[in-house]
């Protein structure tokens, strides 16, 4: 429209954000029961939570879905203090992956 013509062929790149969307899912499909991934939270983003925690669910599929996702918060020392917080839980670690790229959390550790 308006004389532009779309130019054919051409692969659209993905956005940092898809990319990191789909590292962070890639590393949850990696999971196995009972293993945990922690990310930490771009400061921006921080308030009660600094970090998310994504947790394979050891009694899955007998009991519950199949990522559990908590908060904790920071010590002085920059690290979690150990006070999970449940979030909620999910099947889908892309869906899981959006969200705690939204926040523009790195793997921790």
């Known amino acids: 429209m308006f004389g532009r013509k779309k130019e054919e062929g051409k692969v659209k790149e993905p956005s940092p954000r898809e990319v990191r969307e789909r590292r962070i899912a890639e590393e949850i499909e990696k999971l196995f029961p009972g293993q945990t991934l922690i990310y930490r939270v771009s400061e921006l983003y921080r308030g009660v939570a600094s970090f ?57 550790g």
């Open 52 to 108: 998310y925690i994504v947790e394979a669910n050891p009694d899955y599929p007998q009991k519950g879905k199949r990522l559990l996702i908590s908060t904790d918060s920071m010590t002085d020392g920059g690290k979690p203090a150990g006070k999970k917080h449940f979030l909620g839980d999910s099947n889908k670690p892309k869906d899981v992956a959006g969200w705690i790229g939204d926040r523009d959390a790195d793997l921790y």
